[in-house]
């Protein structure tokens, strides 16, 4: 079975660029989480949805950070614009529930590089 | 607030000792806790979850971790370290949110 594919895997751009990073979960999950992963502050939770819909979106850091789940197979996590700061890695994660005890499904991860 | 402390950012031992991993929670009703583990350029993948129906749970690869209430500690461990434990190891907690530790580099000699 394929798992959590992320695209792309390694991103480089310029400081100011619109970057967009691409989820798809596992099929038959009913929930997606973004994180950030970085040596200072760790793997941080940015938003979950559950069903398509956004649910918590507490961690996203501010305004430039926009995350969509058109549908049950994809989701996009985008940054307008992109700043050096914004360099980290980005995993997707899937759950084949809604609940936040169940057993979380990365991808492999996305090297953003903003210069 | 609910918190996960993993103590030791890096921690080696060498090839076939004991390998020890902690793991502090900090909330009033014990949540469900994990542990993940990131190879080198991969995501995290589950290695074992506590959800309360026995206090050792036993994961993949020869791991075992237990939930001690008293001390709200949840430590990971495996009797003898194999070279390809090399990675990084996270416990997580979920209550109602979900919360990552820092995670703990695990560096094995031979």
């Known amino acids: 079975d394929a798992g959590v594919i992320q695209s792309p895997r390694h991103e480089v751009t310029e400081m100011g660029q619109e970057v967009t990073l691409r989820c798809k979960p596992i099929s038959g999950h009913n929930s997606l989480f973004w994180y950030r992963q970085t040596m200072m502050r760790g793997l941080e939770l940015l938003i979950y949805?559950?069903?398509?819909?956004?649910?918590?979106d507490s961690g996203m850091p501010e305004d430039r950070f926009s995350a969509k789940m058109p549908n049950a197979s994809f989701s996009t996590l985008k940054i307008q614009p992109s700043e050096p700061r914004d360099s980290a890695v980005y995993f997707c994660a899937s759950t084949p529930g809604g609940e936040l005890t169940d057993t979380q499904y990365f991808g492999p991860g996305t090297r953003l590089t903003v210069l | 607030a609910q918190s996960v402390t993993q103590l030791g950012s890096h921690v080696s031992v060498s090839e076939g000792a004991l390998v020890l991993l902690r793991c502090n929670y900090s909330?009033?009703?014990?949540?469900?806790l994990f542990w993940y583990v990131q190879y080198p350029n991969q995501g995290l993948q589950l290695l074992l979850k506590y959800t309360s129906a026995a206090t050792l749970v036993k994961g993949i690869n020869g791991f075992e971790a237990e939930f001690k209430k008293s001390e709200t500690s949840f430590h990971l461990t495996k009797p003898s370290a194999h070279m390809s434990d090399a990675a990084e190891y996270f416990c997580s907690g979920s209550q109602g949110n979900l919360i990552f530790g820092k995670g703990t580099k695990l560096s094995v000699k031979p």
């Open positions: 909330s009033s009703v014990p949540p469900y």
């Open positions: 949805f559950n069903n398509n819909v956004p649910i918590d």
